[in-house]
């Protein structure tokens, strides 16, 4: 009889674990910006009875398909919303929603930034659906059609507070005090960061909320020629602008090379010259600056 058990435990145990190991590959594809990738997965996992009641699949189905649809007529829009608020449904006491917390703050901001899309193309009725849609998901944090224009124009007119000398160098002193802190894929906090993670955290102290992702930050900054790169901006790697895999904040001191501050998977937070680096210098895009 406890060999029974044992055996079931044991069975149980690491089907659990093939679980969590197949959600936490979504995750990393998905944080590498393989949509497409993330959503042919899981619904094909979903198809499957032992995932069926798996709702961070689900939730990782739902946010890729939604990434997609503004550029795929095959990818639909509504139907990723209905699979998000079974996810909430399903998430009584939020302990997804609050796991993935970051996945949904970018979630919130793209579905912003594509309503100041459409209405900026004068796409008002869409635009106006789409807030629709977010109100009825985000009831706590309701947003206006009417008043998203003037935030998008304050943030095309003003630059975070580390535009000035003093604030920059208190950003940047902030980051170094996590120097020698390990690279943890997935990482958000002291114990370990990854390249976005990092950026976030540094950010979040000064009151400016970014995108979780490397790729959802390049999209979300102003973006600035490297001349005018000041210490605080960020700079963006990749293979081209549009795969943005690293992100790291600049430090760019007159009568010196262009350095960054970065997570570095191998050698964790650490302070690296980009110019004349064969490594990260052939692999920059383009800088950033964080708008308020």
């Not at 193309?121 to 947003?143: A, C, H, M, T, W």
């Not at 390049?218 to 000041?230: D, E, F, T």
Request: proline content about 1%.
């Amino acid at each position: 009889m406890k060999w029974i058990f044992f055996l079931t435990f044991s069975f149980s145990l690491y089907f659990i674990n093939g679980q969590k190991n197949q959600v936490d590959h979504l995750e990393l594809l998905f944080d590498q910006g393989h949509y497409k990738v993330v959503y042919k997965k899981s619904s094909r996992f979903l198809k499957k009875e032992q995932f069926s009641s798996n709702y961070s699949v689900l939730f990782f189905n739902s946010i890729s398909e939604f990434m997609l649809s503004e550029n795929n007529n095959k990818f639909s829009l509504e139907r990723s919303v209905e699979n998000y608020k079974k996810v909430c449904f399903s998430d009584a006491d939020y302990h997804i929603r609050g796991i993935y917390y970051n996945y949904i703050h970018d979630f919130k901001n793209e579905m912003i930034s594509r309503v100041i899309d459409l209405k900026q193309r004068e796409k008002k009725k869409k635009g106006k659906q789409l807030v629709s849609i977010y109100n009825e998901i985000f009831k706590d944090q309701p947003i206006v059609y009417n008043d998203l224009t003037l935030i998008k124009n304050k943030e095309d007119q003003s630059t975070i507070n580390v535009g000035s000398k003093s604030e920059s160098t208190e950003l940047l002193d902030y980051a170094k005090k996590y120097l020698g802190v390990p690279y943890v894929y997935g990482g958000t906090s002291k114990k370990g960061f990854d390249c976005s993670g990092y950026t976030q955290h540094v950010y979040a102290q000064y009151g400016s909320s970014i995108p979780r992702t490397a790729q959802n930050q390049s999209q979300y900054v102003n973006k600035i020629k490297l001349r005018n790169v000041k210490t605080g901006d960020l700079l963006f790697y990749g293979k081209n602008k549009n795969k943005i895999t690293h992100v790291g904040i600049a430090i760019n001191n007159k009568g010196e090379d262009l350095k960054m501050i970065h997570a570095s998977s191998s050698k964790g937070i650490s302070i690296t010259n980009v110019i004349n680096n064969s490594y990260w210098e052939p692999k920059i895009q383009f800088a950033g600056r964080v708008t308020n």
